[in-house]
T-cell receptor
């Protein structure tokens, strides 16, 4: 399985964009990049995923570098409710395995 | 609501008890999963079922016994647990086993006393 590395924690001011980086230098050509988040005491919530093109939905944008070795999740206007642990994972027909993630704190 | 329902939400059990966790999804998914999340640890995959067949068992102790009677239901039978088994147990489902979008339930908070 391709492994991912993320910073353990980040702060972001409310209303500003939160940019969460993820390195996945061993990703293979058919593996997708997925982002989930987990708000305290709840189950993980799917955010977005992509293969090689940038993706955007109502929650976030996903920017994947051309070599696919890293990606960035962008929350365009962070709110206090976005405080959570954000997980970046890669997978194809393999299982979904979560690493430690980034604990994002949105500060008023 | 994600479409994946887990019951009970909270469970306290003694080390000699036998209990079961239930997971239900009506999303038409073919794969279901059990995860364990301990305090300050990342999610640990326990079991994977695809089309009601177990395809993954990540060295989970035998005191945890999964059951998948049909594609919509998944159980985790618990017996003679240890205090260190106290954790949040999460169920998930996806269209196919593996790296497709997974939908998670709210989890069962288990405390073993």
């Amino acid at each position: 399985d391709a492994k991912t590395t993320q910073p353990p924690s980040m702060d972001c001011a409310e209303g500003r964009a939160a940019n969460l980086p993820c390195n996945h230098s061993t990703i293979s050509g058919n593996e997708y990049v997925y982002w989930y988040r987990q708000i305290h005491s709840q189950g993980p919530q799917y955010i977005i995923h992509g293969l090689k093109n940038n993706e955007t939905n109502e929650m976030a944008s996903l920017i994947i570098t051309e070599d696919r070795k890293s990606s960035t999740l962008i929350l365009p206007h962070a709110t206090l409710r976005d405080t959570a642990v954000y997980y970046c994972i890669v997978g194809d027909d393999d299982k979904v395995i979560f690493g430690p993630g980034t604990s994002l704190s949105v500060i008023p | 609501e994600t479409g994946v329902t887990q019951t009970p939400r909270h469970l306290v059990m003694g080390m000699t008890n036998k209990k079961s966790l239930k997971c239900e999804q009506h999303l038409g998914h073919n794969a279901m999963y059990w995860y364990k999340q301990s305090a300050k640890k990342p999610l640990e995959l326990m079991f994977v079922y695809s089309l009601e067949e177990r395809v993954e068992n990540n060295s989970v102790p035998s005191r945890f016994s999964p059951e998948c009677p049909n594609s919509s239901h998944l159980f985790l039978h618990l017996h003679t647990l240890q205090p260190e088994d106290s954790a949040l147990y999460l169920c998930a489902s996806s269209q196919e086993a593996g790296g497709t979008e997974a939908f998670f339930g709210q989890g069962t908070r288990l405390t073993v006393v």
